[in-house]
């Protein structure tokens, strides 16, 4: 197996891809004024859905999931499928740089553990025209919550290819952006043990037995090893933030 396949194989079957809960989904919801009936929603790095089946509780409209990893979304319609909620998620396989989609078409962008990917303000700045004027945007990402991070945590993350930004930074890029922020909160501590350390740990674990002779795919089960123990050791300096927008 290529170090790639093997980096999906780990995540596939987990209950989700990132750091997150649906109670923080729920709570996210809670700052939203009225969202109309029959709401169109994008759901950007959506991975098998975690939080796309969150939104189907929270509203009766359409969620459009997008992912550029295939495999995941044919998990996401499946589920959909078998829960009696197939017409509610159409499910989208394009990368988040050019998603594919008209100016205004959305009431509500949604987005968990993903915007990193482009950089908070990069993908604030891409996604906003496809939301309709007074729309609302909510993403979570990283961020420092103390200032003075170790060396060892600012390694790990350059080496990770991202910085975090303060929760001040980022919202001041939310202004940047053109948006009003309506809230922010923090993922609370449960959204990365129970809902993604623990399971995903569970299944390094076992692939271990598997494949932990072969030093390309160690190394994959190594480093998330590794970035558990970097939020065991390093919790207070950084997390996820919540931020509830609105398009102006
Ligand atoms: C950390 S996971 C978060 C998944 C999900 N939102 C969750 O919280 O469980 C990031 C997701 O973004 C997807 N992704 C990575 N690069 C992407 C891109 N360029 N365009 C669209 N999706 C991308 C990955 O396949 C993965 O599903």
């Not at 939203?32 to 975690?50: E, F, M, R, W, Y």
């Not at 929270?58 to 009696?84: C, H, M, W």
């Not at 197939?86 to 915007?115: C, Y």
Request: charged share 25%.
């Amino acid at each position: 197996m290529t170090p790639e396949k093997f980096f999906y194989h780990i995540f596939s079957p987990l209950p989700r891809q990132g750091p997150g809960c649906t109670a923080a989904t729920q709570k996210a919801w809670s700052h939203l004024p009225s969202i109309k009936k029959n709401a169109q929603v994008l759901d950007v790095g959506c991975g098998t859905g975690a939080q796309t089946r969150d939104l189907t509780e929270l509203t009766s409209g359409t969620i459009t999931a997008v992912d550029n990893y295939k495999p995941f979304l044919e998990t996401v319609s499946a589920r959909a499928q078998k829960e009696g909620i197939g017409e509610r998620i159409r499910t989208v396989n394009a990368s988040m740089d050019a998603l594919p989609f008209g100016k205004g078409q959305f009431d509500l962008l949604w987005s968990e553990g993903a915007i990193y990917i482009m950089g908070f303000e990069e993908g604030l700045r891409a996604w906003t025209h496809l939301c309709r004027k007074g729309g609302h945007i909510v993403v979570s990402d990283v961020a420092w919550f103390a200032k003075n991070p170790p060396e060892e945590l600012t390694q790990f993350w350059e080496k990770e290819g991202y910085i975090p930004l303060t929760e001040d930074e980022k919202k001041d890029q939310v202004w940047k952006a053109g948006l009003r922020l309506i809230a922010t909160f923090r993922l609370p501590e449960a959204g990365w043990w129970e809902h993604y350390y623990i399971p995903l740990l569970a299944r390094v674990a076992e692939l271990r037995k598997i494949h932990g002779a072969d030093p390309a795919l160690a190394a994959i089960l190594d480093s998330c090893d590794h970035e558990a123990g970097m939020y065991r050791k390093y919790k207070r300096y950084y997390g996820y933030a919540f931020f509830v927008m609105q398009n102006l």
